[in-house]
């Protein structure tokens, strides 16, 4: 039997340029002189900016390809709000990454052309995702997301760092995707189909010899979900991956990687998994709060002398957002309305994309890895500590960061509308410690500098376009942060 009805060009059109993109920029390096290798760059860039506007056309619009033609309602991938919010996600913070690493790929002498098609690579995957309605599309896609990512975390050859963080990424990935698969088995097996609106269905009516069977599925495929989020207790990969890999890479991972992630996990929960939302609320309510906990003490205990202490910060910091993400599919599990509930996810995860690639640019300006050599950056260079300090108090959630502070008063409202009153409280004490280590680092930029010696900022253009993008959008949400939560309503499931 024929399973295709069509194929929408028009819907699949992103992930499809990403994807070429990147083959097209791998054989170019064959033919490209080494004195022009910098221009696969920019290629790359405009590979993403080409994918990115073919979104344009899907705006206000549902379209649907890859369905069963006996009962074409039944589709393997949707291109519908939800998935337009998160690949703008996925594309905005794919461009930024790009626009970081043009300097970073030439002055560490990474393989250009290697490193391109593997970054547009892992974005064609991550594009792919949030538009998957069956499991076999939403496995496929997070694998090819995080199957490059694996690379350009090891690039750095010779690099002991590099290799031990790739190491421990590939093997908490591989476990993560080892359980879902399992998950997934025990689910089809339980409901005959992979397409979420057939599990759907099927699960709510479970003939009783299989319950324990779909119960089971159920829960290992969160589980495997849980990996690629870095919830607790499934986080242990994420600072010392952060820290061997690029900075670049790093903030790709911590924006990107994280969406992917949490995409897959409102997909199955809210589209796969309604009537399991008894068994999925609570677990999910506990993660948020064992992540969000962990995440900030760990922050918390960051000596700003201590070797890589800024991307190890930045690094624990994305545990503990990863638990204020959490929140809002935890509140799904209880809410009247879920998808609803779910676009507070969205809306914190569009704005903390945009302040911690902001925070992992000035990073990579400064080339200090440490927060101890940032001190008295202000002296030296004023814009520089302002934007750092700027995406620091949004990521705290402090006025004039407005964003910020919009962002998680949406998502403990979604906790109190739930009545999860004890998530709501969690959330709150865990958003005060965090007030203290992102305003220690702030402080630390106002400081007189030690001595004569002031901070080194370095000069190539296109990291300081990266920092200024960055910088205006944080500026310009917290002017009308209404815009973010609006934008991020429309995608609902």
Known sequence: MNLVQSVDWVAIAAPTIAALAGLALLVADLFVPESRKHLLGWGAVAGLAAAALSLLPLVGDHRATFCLTDTPDVCSYRADGFTLVVQLLVFGGALLTALLSISDVKETRLPEGEFWFLLLSSVAGAALLPAARDFATLIIALEVASLPAFALVGLRRGDRLSAEAALKFFLSSVIATAVALLGVSFVYAASGSLHFDVVGEALAQTDPQLRTLAQAGVALTLVGF????????????????????????????????????????????????????????????????????????????QRADAPHSAVRLLAWSSVAQAGYLLVPIAAAGYADDPSRAVGS??????????????????????????????????????????????????????????????????????????????????????????????????????REPEGERAVAVRAPAVLRVATALAGVLAVALSGAPQLILKFADQALL
């Open 226 to 301: 849980a990996f690629k989020t870095a919830a607790v207790p499934f986080h242990f990969w994420v600072p010392d991956t952060y820290v061997g890999a690029p900075v670049p890479v790093a903030a790709y991972l911590s924006v990107v990687g994280k969406a992917v992630g949490f995409t897959g996990l409102i997909l199955v929960t809210l589209l796969a998994f309604p009537g399991y939302a008894d068994v999925w609320g609570p677990v999910m309510a506990v993660l948020a709060a064992l992540t969000m906990t962990v995440g900030n003490v760990a922050a918390l205990r």
């Open 345 to 446: 996810t969205l809306s914190y995860a569009l704005m903390y994309a945009v302040v911690n690639l902001g925070a992992f640019a000035v990073v990579a300006a400064t080339g200090q890895r440490r927060i101890a050599d940032m001190r008295g950056l202000y002296a030296a260079h004023p814009l520089t500590a302002l934007a750092l300090a700027f995406f620091l108090i949004n990521l705290a959630g402090l006025p004039p960061g407005i964003i910020g502070l919009f962002a998680k008063v949406a998502v403990l409202g979604t906790a109190v509308d739930a009545g999860l009153g004890w998530l709501a409280v969690v959330m709150a004490v865990n958003v005060v410690v965090g007030l203290y280590y992102y305003l220690r680092w702030t402080a630390q930029l106002f």
